[in-house]
């Protein structure tokens, strides 16, 4: 069983709606990290939290904003999407905020945008 | 520019004989480099690392290289079993510019019995 869960599993939504994604880690880690897994296109990190504290943002818009209140917990929030950010979005938390450390991924949360 | 490159899309292998993913890359300053294993549905899980002071790490079936004069890096699998087939995906990793971890385009592996 995976310590790493996400939520919803499906999501679908319109360009004008706003959601949001949950990631929860249940393994005491201190790094945690938000990837989205479009068709046809590498896994691209997007943000990293190290402690709570975001160290990475791979040059995504604005309209993809992250949250971690504690190291436990992190947050996707999404508003004005493009259908184009239709894609799996992965969550994935480590002991360490370096990539020498296991990353552990959740199931992954499908988004389609109308 | 993509960094990290799997060239083969798909790979069709026998039961019980070797298996051989590979993986180039551009930046010679990467400093560690991953594969990862992903079932349909499912999450990718990390399968085996090498560090890029090394030129071999085994664990157990799983073995990947690295030649770096080469830019290059290989994960070899043997003996193949039915259970190996799902996507593999090559990632390397900049550790002195915040943990970046660039992933190539996945291998889709299949072992037929």
């Known amino acids: 069983e995976t310590g790493v869960t996400q939520t919803p599993r499906h999501l679908v939504m319109g360009m004008t709606n706003k959601k949001s994604l949950k990631c929860e880690q249940h393994l005491g880690h201190n790094a945690m990290y938000w990837y989205k897994q479009s068709a046809k296109k590498p896994l691209e990190l997007m943000f990293v939290y190290n402690f709570k504290e975001q160290t990475e943002n791979n040059s995504v818009p604005s309209r993809f904003s992250p949250e971690c209140p504690n190291s436990s917990h992190l947050f996707l929030h999404l508003h004005t999407l493009q259908p184009e950010d239709s894609a799996l979005y992965l969550c994935?938390?480590?002991?360490?905020?370096?990539?020498?450390?296991?990353?552990?991924f959740g199931p992954g949360t499908r988004l389609t945008v109308l | 520019d993509q960094q990290v490159k799997q060239n083969s899309p798909s790979l069709s292998v026998q039961e019980g004989r070797i298996s051989i993913l590979n993986c180039d890359y551009t930046?010679?300053?990467?400093?560690?480099f991953l594969w990862y294993k992903k079932y349909p549905a499912e999450g990718p899980t990390f399968l085996i690392s090498i560090s890029s002071i090394k030129d071999k790490n085994e664990d157990g079936r799983f073995t990947v290289f690295l030649n770096k004069s080469a830019k290059h890096l290989s994960l070899h699998i043997v003996p193949s079993q039915p259970g190996d087939s799902a996507v593999y995906f090559c990632?390397?990793?900049?550790?002195?510019?915040?943990?970046?971890?660039?992933f190539g385009q996945g291998t889709e592996l299949s072992v037929k019995p």
């Open positions: 990632a390397a990793a900049l550790l002195n510019q915040g943990g970046k971890l660039i």
């Open positions: 930046n010679s300053m990467f400093d560690y």
């Open positions: 994935a938390s480590s002991q360490g905020g370096l990539f020498t450390d296991t990353q552990y």
